[in-house]
């Protein structure tokens, strides 16, 4: 039903900046509370942000706050994720993720759609 494709991932020196893109092809998606979760290898998936439907409401993991901002387009179907001041801990892959309801999901099983993922790597 509804499809999401990742991109803007890469390799990154410390203290430089990569703006994730998913794109979303759900006829529904305006409304859909969107995420983005990463995980490292041997590590749990993770949520980073959250944005509500209408863009009003945003979340934000304490290690991400002040450096990365999530939005989004509904017009384009599309939400970002930009991140600043990357960190070698920052380093994972990063997923985008669909919420059928419109408000914030704070957990893996709140979230309905995935994307296949998008590799970050943040060098020292």
């Known amino acids: 039903q509804v499809q999401l494709v990742e991109s803007g991932g890469g390799l990154v020196q410390a203290g430089g900046s990569l703006r994730l893109s998913c794109a979303a092809s759900?006829?529904?998606?305006?409304?859909?509370?969107m995420g983005w979760f990463r995980q490292a290898p041997g590590k749990e998936r993770e949520l980073v942000a959250a944005?509500?439907?209408?863009?009003?409401?945003?979340y934000y993991t304490n290690s991400v706050k002040g450096r990365f901002t999530i939005s989004r387009d509904n017009a384009k179907n599309t939400v970002y994720l930009q991140m600043n001041s990357l960190k070698p801990e920052d380093t994972a892959v990063y997923y985008c993720?669909?919420?059928?309801?419109?408000?914030?999901?704070?957990?893996?099983?709140?979230?309905?759609?995935w994307g296949q993922g998008t590799q970050v790597t943040v060098s020292s």
């Open positions: 993720a669909a919420d059928k309801r419109p408000m914030l999901g704070y957990t893996r099983d709140e979230y309905d759609y």
């Open positions: 759900g006829r529904t998606f305006s409304r859909y509370a």
């Open positions: 944005i509500s439907w209408s863009g009003g409401n945003t």
